[in-house]
């Protein structure tokens, strides 16, 4: 019932970020790699980052910028500070946009994978936001980049078992674990380094809205697949030096498999005769993990040019901000479906698809269905999920 997103101030243009990655880690030196770093940027697609940790701290920091020394304890400190403090922003907005007050919030979910403390990030989210002390909190650590869709499938649960329940899902990345310097032997990380953005996304959930709430995606159902024998592909281990990163090339491969899986029994349970055109029928908010995933998924399931164009926007503008990413796509294809002023949210269908993926290698999904004004009035009457 509404949704909100924030970014960290420091911006850094994709076309550069060679240059200034090598020079703040001192690795001038690596010619190669540095090349090779290169080319790897131009082909993300990506435009600009946002960055939580500015080039004062990362001066300040050399263990911080080495590839593997003992740094932990700094960076957790950094996100100790910045993943509540991004969440924030971006809950303020999704409650503004919800049009209710931050004291009307029963649950709290949190997720992030750049942290690991107790009391937590949702703890101080709480504070920094003013909720309830009888909020009651659900703090998702290390979930991944499908973390948001983790978020989402608990906020449906909680917002359909417990009547009047209004869940606030906050989903808060910076890169303070996980930015490094390069090794010429972990170029899976490497790809990481020029991917990965921070950003925070939050949405406010709960079933049968009031008249004074306007719903616009409902959690239809949701699903979640581990794909055998792919433990060892994408891989993210927290040790003394940090999250390290593996990410082997057939990653985009397997993705697109499951995706296709998922999406069929999904979409089994629209009682559409024949089965609805996956491009013109159906909207899609997939996480933009990489070019070459969007690429490979497209393709797989053969959409037409275009379809995942929110996706790509999100990617272009912040690249992967891990869990809160498919958040920042929802609110990207509702601002232009509303600027084109179409029927939805869901630029403009009935039925949508929601898809995350990360270590496991694990895929999620989620059967959305963006509502109109009058089918978000019918559904005052009956039980659903709603974001709000
Ligand atoms: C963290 C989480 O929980 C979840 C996540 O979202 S994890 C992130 C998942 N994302 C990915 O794994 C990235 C997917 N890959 C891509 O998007 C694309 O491969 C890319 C944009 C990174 C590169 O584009 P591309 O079309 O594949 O470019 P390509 O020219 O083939 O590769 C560029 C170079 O990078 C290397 N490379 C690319 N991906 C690599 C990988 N995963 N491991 C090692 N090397 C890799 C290639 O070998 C190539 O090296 P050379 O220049 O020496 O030939």
Redesign the pocket.
């Given at each position: 019932m509404g949704i909100g997103k924030a970014v960290p101030p420091h911006e850094f243009q994709q076309k550069s970020f060679s240059d200034y990655y090598f020079e703040i880690t001192n690795s001038n030196h690596m010619v190669d790699l540095k090349a090779?770093f290169a080319?790897?940027c131009e082909?993300?697609m990506i435009e600009k980052r946002h960055l939580y940790m500015s080039s004062e701290i990362l001066r300040a920091n050399p263990s911080i910028m080495a590839y593997n020394s003992p740094s932990l304890t700094r960076r957790q400190e950094l996100a100790d500070v910045g993943v509540p403090e991004l969440g924030a922003e971006a809950a303020r907005k999704a409650i503004s946009d919800w049009g209710k007050q931050a004291s009307d919030i029963t649950h709290l979910v949190a997720s992030t994978?750049s942290s690991g403390c107790m009391p937590g990030a949702d703890c101080e989210l709480a504070r920094l936001l003013g909720l309830k002390p009888s909020t009651k909190r659900f703090m998702l650590y290390q979930t991944?980049?499908?973390g948001g869709c983790t978020a989402l499938s608990l906020s449906k649960d909680l917002a359909e078992n417990n009547p009047g329940a209004r869940v606030l899902v906050v989903c808060s990345e910076v890169c303070t674990l996980s930015l490094r310097g390069p090794s010429e032997s972990n170029?899976?990380d490497l790809?990481?380094q020029?991917?990965l953005g921070d950003a925070a996304g939050a949405v406010v959930v709960g079933s049968n809205p009031t008249v004074d709430e306007h719903a616009m995606f409902e959690l239809v159902l949701t699903c979640q697949e581990t794909i055998p024998g792919t433990e060892d592909a994408?891989v993210?281990k927290l040790r003394e030096g940090g999250i390290l990163?593996t990410?082997?090339?057939d990653?985009?491969l397997h993705v697109s498999n499951s995706v296709e899986r998922l999406v069929k029994l999904l979409l089994q349970e629209i009682t559409m005769a024949p089965e609805p055109d996956l491009s013109e029928e159906v909207f899609w908010v997939v996480?933009p993990?990489?070019?070459?995933?969007l690429d490979r998924i497209e393709s797989k399931l053969e959409l037409r040019d275009g379809k995942l164009a929110a996706s790509r926007a999100v990617m272009r503008q912040y690249g992967?901000t891990?869990c809160s990413s498919v958040i920042l796509v929802m609110e990207e294809m509702r601002r232009r479906s509303e600027k084109h002023g179409l029927r939805t949210a869901g630029e403009g269908l009935d039925w949508g698809v929601l898809v995350g993926?990360?270590?496991g290698i694990t895929v999620e999904a989620i059967l959305l269905r963006a509502l109109s004004d009058k089918t978000a009035t019918k559904l005052n009457t009956q039980v659903g999920t709603l974001v709000t």
């Open positions: 090779k080319n790897i082909k993300t994978s991944g980049c499908h170029i899976g790809v990481g020029a991917i994408l993210s990163y990410l082997h090339r990653i985009p996480h993990g990489g070019r070459g995933i992967n891990r993926y990360g270590p």
